[in-house]
């Protein structure tokens, strides 16, 4: 089950304070404000986007569980290598920079779901019975800048230092990523559960207002779990229906 502490992490999103933006619109002619958000690039069938939602638990994210799904049939995935799949407006990455960031996704991914599932390497898979076959893609990405967000998470440290009261002022150019994912029957390739998620660096985090792709990671990080979670919810909902079968017979 996850803790409540990740549970925070991943639905907090950055909610900057009046003089936040204040700070944001004064820089605004050096670099945009706007961070991550979901995105619609096509990797995921559009009838099956348009059935997806936000959740309780999950307010900024859209997901999709299928009706028919059966956890209790699968205990193996098959991860494919994550791909850089973009939205029109996505900067440029390095073929070099592509490989990193797509690494890092499909070993998050193959971290959290390896606590509930055996994780299959990619490619056959032979008859793929009770298979489920995982696709990602990083729609977006934005690396953060410390020259423009060092004077802000200085200023805000100096603020709270001297007793200001003040909440942290955001950088300007935190980082994140967007992403889409795909949870299919590995035989029928039936979609089985599919999540678009986002997430942009927040002011607490300092080593990732300096180092270039930290936010983007805990993005990736924070998407695996995501559905992983899923999973497990499913497997709850699955076994307690069980659980009360039995008793009524």
Aim: include cysteine.
């Amino acid at each position: 089950m996850l803790s409540a502490s990740v549970k925070v992490a991943r639905t907090s999103r950055f909610y900057p304070p009046v003089s936040s933006l204040i700070a944001c619109a004064a820089m605004a002619p050096l670099v945009g404000c706007a961070g991550q958000k979901l995105t619609r690039t096509g990797f995921i069938p559009p009838d099956i986007y348009g059935q997806m939602a936000h959740t309780k638990d999950h307010t900024e994210d859209l997901i999709y569980v299928s009706p028919k799904l059966d956890m209790m049939r699968y205990h193996t995935v098959m991860i494919d290598p994550v791909v850089w799949h973009p939205v029109a407006k996505a900067p440029k990455l390095s073929p070099k920079a592509q490989a990193r960031m797509t690494a890092a996704f499909e070993k998050d991914l193959a971290k959290a779901l390896g606590h509930d599932f055996q994780v299959h390497p990619a490619g056959d898979c032979g008859t793929c019975t009770d298979v489920i076959r995982v696709r990602a893609a990083i729609t977006n990405i934005r690396r953060s800048k410390w020259y423009y967000n060092a004077i802000p998470v200085v200023a805000g440290f100096a603020a709270g230092a001297a007793g200001g009261g003040l909440p942290p002022i955001p950088p300007p150019a935190p980082g994140g990523a967007s992403e889409e994912l795909i949870a299919a029957d590995a035989a029928t390739g039936e979609p089985l559960v599919t999540v678009a998620t986002y997430n942009n660096g927040m002011p607490w985090n300092p080593p990732g207002q300096w180092l270039p792709y930290a936010h983007a990671r805990r993005a990736f990080h924070l998407a695996s779990l995501l559905l992983d979670e899923q999973f497990r919810n499913e497997k709850k909902k699955e076994a307690g229906a069980h659980t009360v079968a039995s008793l009524s017979n």
